[in-house]
């Protein structure tokens, strides 16, 4: 969710109707919508190994749940705002390009679920933000979501909301443990 708007990172099988014509990604305020989901993966697109800690100032991944496409940005203008354009990109394997990739910028050493991040785009260097415009039809009052020049705009800030989360030491008795079926 981003932390200035209160909006969630979202996308659906609407396509941008100018720039890449990429699916779009925008940022909603309702909170159970199954298309507000994201699978974190390596920047290989393979998916973290569950219960490992993921880095801080690592290269990640995040694929849309519904659609497999991931989240993507190139040298593209924003459809409102004339920023740069994020889309959802990539085939049904979950594979794309380089434009999936982002850095991962936190506090810690590891990303932890009540931290505020930050997602910086490999390719472009401009950071995963919410522009505060909003679009009309066919995705009516759901937020632009952009790729902002400055770390320093409040606009840039993000966190968990709602999803899967294992602890490690959860993982690991877990995975020690022998049970019969």
Request: glycine share 10%.
């Amino acid at each position: 969710m981003n932390v200035d708007y209160n909006v969630r990172l979202h996308s659906h099988e609407v396509k941008y109707g100018s720039g890449s014509g990429q699916q779009s990604v925008t940022g909603t305020t309702a909170k159970e919508d199954g298309n507000s989901y994201w699978l974190v993966k390596a920047e290989s697109g393979k998916q973290c190994l569950r219960g490992r800690p993921i880095r801080c100032g690592d290269t990640i991944r995040l694929e849309h749940i519904m659609t497999k496409k991931n989240l993507h940005s190139h040298l593209v203008s924003s459809p409102l705002t004339a920023k740069q354009e994020v889309s959802a990109y990539g085939d049904q394997n979950g594979d794309g390009d380089t434009g999936d990739n982002w850095i991962l910028i936190c506090n810690n050493d590891f990303w932890e679920r009540d931290d505020t991040i930050m997602l910086k785009h490999v390719d472009t260097e401009k950071f995963l933000a919410v522009s505060g415009r909003t679009y009309g039809t066919p995705i009516s009052g759901q937020n632009e979501v952009v790729g902002e020049y400055s770390a320093n705009s409040p606009h840039t800030q993000w966190s968990v909301m709602e999803g899967l989360f294992i602890h490690p030491n959860d993982f690991k008795a877990q995975h020690n443990q022998h049970t019969e079926l």
